[in-house]
C-alpha cells in the first residue's frame, strides 16, 4: 500500500493543486491530511473542499482550531492574528461544518496521526529537538508517528537501546526495530528554505518514506495575496521558504 501524507496547506490553493497532482502521478492508495487547512492563504474554502473530497484522514490543526471559535488567538503573532481574522470572514457555513468534523488526531496502523505532539494535542507543542522527541516518544505506542505543524521536513529515530539521531533525508527505510517521528513538511507554506511544497509518501510493502518537493505557482499566489489585502510578510515568506 502507498499512503501519501500532507500538511500545513495554509489556504494556499495552488499549492494544494500542484501537490494532489503530484501525488496522483505516484499512484497512492490513500492521502492523509495533519491540519491547518486554513491560515496565512487566500483560499480556505477551495482548500476546504480539496482535503475533504481527496483526503481519508483530517486532522485539525491550530489555524483551523482558531477558526472554528475553539481557541483565542491571543498565541498568535500579529501576523497570523490578522490572517486568521480574515479568514474567519471568508469560510463558508460549509467549510465551517466541515473542519468542525475533523479529529485532533488519528490512530490506526501503520500510523499515530496528530498535527502538532501526542502528549496534548490541543496544546500544539512544537517538537523540533532531541528533548522534545523523547518526551513525545513517551506519549505514543506507535512505532511510526507522524506529524505537521513545525512545516520543517525532519525525522527522528529512537532505537531500541534508547539513543535518538535526528535525520533529514530524501529517503529513509524504516527499520521495525526502530521508532520514528516523521514531520512530512508543509503543502502551503514551507519553512525549511525551500519554497517548493513538500509531502511524504510511505510504502507499506517496501517500509519506505520518501519526501517530495513540488514546484507551484508561487507569483501567482503572492500576486492574488496582496491584491486581496493580507499582509506582505505571509507573501514574502513563501517567495523564500521561511
Not at 503530484?22 to 480539496?50: M, R, T, W
Not at 488567538?73 to 490572517?83: D, G, K, V
Request: glycine letters at 4%; aromatic letters at 6%.
Amino acid at each position: 500500500m502507498r499512503i501519501a501524507l500532507i500538511s500545513d496547506v495554509h489556504a494556499n490553493l495552488e499549492a494544494l493543486q500542484a501537490t494532489l497532482s503530484d501525488i496522483q502521478s505516484q499512484k497512492v492508495d490513500v492521502i492523509h491530511f495533519l491540519g491547518d487547512a486554513v491560515g496565512y492563504g487566500c483560499d480556505p474554502n477551495a482548500c476546504v473542499e480539496l482535503i475533504c473530497k481527496n483526503c481519508q484522514v483530517r486532522l485539525l490543526g491550530n489555524h483551523d482550531f482558531a477558526a472554528l471559535g475553539l481557541e483565542s488567538t491571543e498565541h498568535f503573532n500579529e501576523t497570523a492574528s490578522e490572517s486568521l481574522s480574515w479568514t474567519r470572514k471568508e469560510l463558508t457555513d460549509r467549510s465551517l461544518s466541515a473542519l468542525a468534523d475533523f479529529e485532533l488526531e488519528n490512530i490506526s496502523d501503520p500510523f499515530h496521526l496528530v498535527h502538532a505532539s501526542p502528549r496534548a494535542p490541543e496544546l500544539w507543542e512544537y517538537i523540533l529537538t532531541i528533548q522534545e522527541a523523547r518526551e513525545q516518544f513517551e506519549c505514543t505506542e506507535s512505532n511510526l508517528l507522524c506529524i505537521g505543524h513545525s512545516h520543517v521536513p525532519v525525522g527522528f529515530i529512537l532505537t531500541p537501546e534508547g539513543t535518538i539521531s535526528q535525520r533529514v533525508a530524501n529517503e529513509m527505510e524504516i527499520d521495525p526495530e526502530n521508532r520514528y517521528i516523521l514531520n512530512v513538511g508543509s503543502v502551503g507554506q514551507p519553512r525549511d528554505h525551500d519554497p517548493r511544497s513538500c509531502y511524504v509518501t510511505f510504502d507499506t510493502e517496501q517500509s519506505l518514506v520518501r519526501y517530495h518537493r513540488v514546484e507551484y505557482d508561487v507569483a501567482k499566489t503572492t500576486t492574488r495575496m496582496e491584491l486581496l489585502g493580507l499582509p506582505v510578510s505571509l507573501s514574502e515568506r513563501l517567495l523564500v521558504g521561511r
